[in-house]
């Protein structure tokens, strides 16, 4: 089945900085790459997603970028806020009919 | 995109005892999963919920512990039984209304074992 790995488990940065999480997958199947956002005490909820026919994907202040040959996946925010102090989750779909997620990042913005 | 209500919210139970907790969608959706979580740790798939058939678990997880109904294509139920402290956790359903989109979550069920 797919295997998904996050790096960092925990991410530190000063406000106005730029943050990147990165993700390897396994399965070259996968086709849909979406980023869930967790606030605390609250569910996961999507912030933006890559298909696989897409290199780069961009909104706001946050980007994705694939590279299908090598089989990773980056989150990048721009001009990081306070606000953007969360837990991030990266998934590949759809080995077996559902995504696999990442073991998260907890990103902390210091202002 | 789909809206779900999960039920409770949080309890506290006593050990030995089961808890059973519900998933409503507002729409048909085709896959439902249950998934659990520490706080502010990673999402563990617990089962896929199969509308008529028996849930698939995931390694580790077994239906006499964690029995999951799904009657129709908009609920499903997950029971933990017979719990023990190392039950307590967050325990959430998700819904995603084909391959390769969007999951939803619901609020999450923080159970509490004492």
């Known amino acids: 089945g797919e295997n998904v790995e996050q790096h960092p488990s925990t991410l530190s940065v000063q406000e106005g900085d730029s943050a990147v999480i990165k993700c390897t997958y396994s399965?070259?199947?996968?086709?849909?790459f979406p980023w869930y956002k967790q606030e605390l005490g609250k569910r996961p909820q999507l912030i933006i997603d890559i298909r696989s026919n897409v290199g780069e994907k961009k909104d706001q202040r946050i980007a994705v970028t694939l590279n299908k040959t090598a089989k990773h996946f980056s989150l990048h925010i721009t001009e990081t806020q306070p606000e953007d102090s969360a837990v991030y989750f990266c998934?590949?779909?759809?080995?077996?009919?559902?995504?696999?997620f990442g073991d998260g990042t907890t990103l902390t913005v210091k202002p | 995109s789909a809206v779900i209500s999960q039920k409770p919210s949080r309890d506290i139970c006593q050990r030995g005892t089961s808890l059973t907790i519900q998933c409503q969608v507002d729409s048909q959706v085709t896959m439902m999963f249950w998934y659990r979580q520490q706080p502010g740790q990673s999402l563990t798939l617990i089962a896929t919920a199969n509308q008529g058939s028996e849930a698939t678990y995931e390694s580790g997880f077994v239906i006499d512990k964690f029995p999951i109904s799904r009657p129709n294509l908009t609920f499903s139920t997950l029971t933990v039984s017979n719990m023990s402290p190392e039950d307590s956790s967050i325990y959430l359903c998700s819904v995603e209304e084909g391959q390769g989109t969007e999951a939803f979550f619901g609020q999450g069920t923080r159970l509490t074992v004492v």
């Open positions: 399965d070259s199947a996968s086709n849909y």
């Open positions: 998934a590949a779909c759809c080995s077996a009919g559902k995504s696999t």
